[in-house]
């Protein structure tokens, strides 16, 4: 269950918003009332098991479409937004396809250029490509997940 599980921030986030919509409609539950009901519609007995669930998965495989994460891209910084994600749990792997705010220069030579503003990676846990550049580094490196 917990591979396709949002982030403990999403499921509070979420709790916070039905919370705010009970109490307009004269239903006022606690903030632990409510991440009990969170935790039911994910299939899990309450909340301490849906936060040990979440907690004890590696943070990459939380990673969902719309996450803002930030890094380096062949030694380049960048922000970008996620786009796609395929995870392998069990190689804690995950497939990102990100599309950068700003293009990305790929060429280190100074006579010409070329940009990329989107492109998908395989990365460890550790947030790393195992493809390397000529100097050793890895193509992509997450530094931030936002």
Request: aromatic fraction near 6%.
């Amino acid at each position: 269950m917990a591979g396709s599980l949002p982030s403990i921030n999403a499921l509070k986030a979420q709790a916070k918003q039905l919370r705010a919509a009970l109490a307009k409609r004269g239903e006022p539950l606690s903030h632990s009332q409510t991440l009990e009901l969170i935790a039911q519609q994910q299939g899990y007995r309450d909340w301490n098991t849906l936060y040990a669930a979440i907690g004890n998965r590696p943070p990459l495989l939380s990673l969902r479409p719309g996450d803002r994460v930030q890094g380096k891209y062949l030694s380049r910084p960048f922000a970008a937004e996620i786009l796609g994600v395929q995870t392998s749990s069990a190689a804690c792997r995950v497939r990102l396809t990100l599309q950068f705010d700003e293009p990305v220069d790929v060429v280190s030579f100074k006579s010409f250029s070329s940009f990329r503003h989107r492109v998908t990676c395989t990365l460890n846990a550790d947030g790393t490509t195992s493809e390397k550049t000529s100097d050793g580094e890895p193509h992509m490196v997450l530094t931030k997940i936002a």
